[in-house]
């Protein structure tokens, strides 16, 4: 079976994908499979990117970076399922982030 691309998965397919990969690096977190881990976290990451409308992501606004938190990010522009732009504060560099690990700064608080 070839594996299918997270661009061509339903909503319910991306979630239980996410499931997967999640359950995929808790359990190589208990076993101290550090990079093993990382790898499976990052795939969920990109998973969670196609469950989410690029055209919420809007050029020139702040996001908070969910996987860190007091950090800001200033999104320049979008490409796919990837944000561009430059973190605040420290040094200016360009930068692409999936757009799942940003969160609106307007919403709820």
Same mark, same amino acid.
């Given at each position: 079976? &070839?594996? /299918?691309?997270? &661009?061509?998965?339903? $909503?319910? $397919?991306?979630?239980?994908? !996410?499931?997967?990969?999640?359950?995929? %690096?808790?359990? %190589? $977190?208990?076993?101290? !499979? #550090?990079?093993?881990? %990382?790898?499976?976290?990052? /795939?969920?990451?990109? %998973?969670?990117?196609?469950?989410?409308?690029?055209?919420?992501?809007?050029?020139?606004?702040?996001? *908070?970076?969910? &996987?860190?938190? +007091? #950090?800001?990010?200033?999104?320049?522009?979008?490409?796919? *399922?990837?944000?561009? +732009?430059? *973190?605040? +504060?420290?040094?200016?560099?360009? $930068?692409?982030?999936? !757009?799942?690990?940003?969160?609106?700064?307007?919403?709820?608080?």
């Amino acid at each position: 079976m &070839s594996e /299918k691309k997270y &661009s061509d998965m339903s $909503e319910q $397919e991306l979630r239980t994908e !996410i499931a997967n990969l999640k359950e995929k %690096a808790r359990k %190589a $977190e208990q076993l101290g !499979i #550090v990079n093993e881990y %990382a790898v499976y976290e990052r /795939k969920a990451t990109m %998973a969670q990117s196609f469950l989410i409308d690029p055209s919420t992501i809007k050029p020139g606004e702040l996001y *908070r970076i969910t &996987s860190d938190p +007091g #950090v800001f990010f200033q999104v320049e522009y979008l490409k796919g *399922r990837f944000a561009w +732009g430059y *973190r605040l +504060g420290g040094v200016k560099y360009e $930068e692409a982030l999936p !757009i799942s690990l940003l969160e609106p700064l307007k919403e709820g608080k």
